[in-house]
Each structure stands twice: as structure tokens, then as C-alpha cells.
């Protein structure tokens, strides 16, 4: 088990939670409308529908099905057709990926996520499930219990943006491709250049 997948406990009075993409804390949902992102000149409704499709790079056109959803649900739904597709190294690099595409969400959308973010203050992020204890935690009793990976990379976010060190994080991964591009060069090309 490596550092990523150790499980932490969140007294309910020390965090905030989110389930969904409504209320306050909605926002910091993968699922959250309202939060485009852009590639070249490719629309990508969310972070959630972008991390879907990166889980298939020698397959464009389960890419282009998967970025043509309605909805992030839709999406990781159609996903899982094609299990047998995932990239090979899907599982040590998932949370690397996860993490490049919350901080596209928050280079693209800087003003209404960043508020988001830094709205949370000093308390732990929860995304509350009750059944995912990978990417979020689920209650007991007093306490949420996972490894609760979402919250846990909003959190190292929203640190970098408390002590101005946020900068995006090109993960050094092979085979990093959106619809045959190569989203390391477009990204250092985007990002560079500002």
C-alpha cells in the first residue's frame, strides 16, 4: 500500500464535506457543471469527464464518445464498457492524473474555484460516500473514514494557493493522450506562455 492509499479518519466537527454538486461546497465535486475545461480547441464539460477519458489514450474514439457526454456521470458510466481498455499503468499513475486534472479545473476556472477552495479554510475535505472509501470516506458513527484521494488532493491545492506556490503539475507519464494529442506539450505550450 503505498502512501496514497492509506486510510484517514475525519472527526465530523473538524471537516467539511460535499456528496454532491449542490450546496456550498458542490463546487469541489469532479461532477460540478459550470467548470469547463478547454483543450486546444476541444470543450471538456469537467475534470470528471477529462480524468474518464485519460484512462484510455491508444483508444480516441472511446476518448471522443466519453468527452461527447451530457453528463460526468454519463461518462463514467459509458468508461467502464471498456475496463479491459485502461492504460496498463492506470493504477500506480490514477491519482497523478486526478490531481493534473483538478488543477486544470482550477487554472481554467480560477475565480470561481479558487473562492471555493479557499472558502474551506483550515478544515479537512471530505467527499462524503457511502461507499467509495478510495476517493472519498464514508461515516461512522462520529468520524468519516477512506482515503478519501479527492479531498486529500484539494487539499494539498488549496495549501499551494494559501502560500502563492500553485503552479500546474505536468505529471511525467507516458502515453498522456487526449483524442491523439500529446497533452504534455499542449499543456506546457498553455501554461508556458502566460
Known amino acids: 500500500m503505498n502512501e496514497n492509499d492509506q486510510i ?8 467539511i464535506t460535499f456528496k454532491s454538486t449542490k450546496g456550498i461546497y ?12 478547454k483543450i486546444n480547441d476541444f470543450y471538456i464539460r469537467n475534470s470528471e469527464v477529462l480524468y474518464q477519458a485519460l484512462r484510455y489514450p491508444d483508444y480516441p474514439d472511446i476518448q471522443k464518445v466519453i468527452l461527447g457526454m451530457n453528463s460526468p456521470m454519463s461518462a ?26 483538478v488543477e486544470i479545473k482550477l487554472v481554467q476556472n480560477w ?9 474551506t479554510e483550515n478544515y479537512s475535505i471530505v467527499e462524503y460516500s457511502t461507499e467509495d472509501k478510495i476517493w472519498g470516506a464514508c461515516k461512522h458513527g462520529e468520524y468519516y473514514i477512506g482515503v478519501n484521494a479527492l479531498g486529500r488532493l484539494l487539499m494539498e491545492l488549496r495549501e499551494k494557493l ?7 503539475t505536468i505529471p511525467n507519464i507516458d502515453n498522456l493522450t487526449i483524442l491523439g494529442i500529446d497533452l504534455k ?10
Open 162 to 168: 494559501r502560500h502563492d506556490m500553485f503552479s500546474l
Open 8 to 15: 484517514r479518519k475525519y472527526h465530523r466537527d473538524d471537516c
Open 111 to 119: 475565480s470561481k474555484f479558487s473562492v471555493i477552495l479557499k472558502s
Open 26 to 37: 458542490g463546487g469541489l465535486s469532479n461532477m460540478a457543471p459550470g467548470f469547463p475545461i
Open 76 to 101: 463514467k458510466q459509458y468508461s467502464r464498457k471498456f475496463i479491459q481498455n485502461t492504460r496498463p499503468d492506470w493504477d500506480e499513475n490514477r491519482f497523478r492524473i486526478m490531481r493534473l486534472c
Open 185 to 194: 506539450e499542449v499543456l506546457i505550450f498553455q501554461y508556458s506562455n502566460r
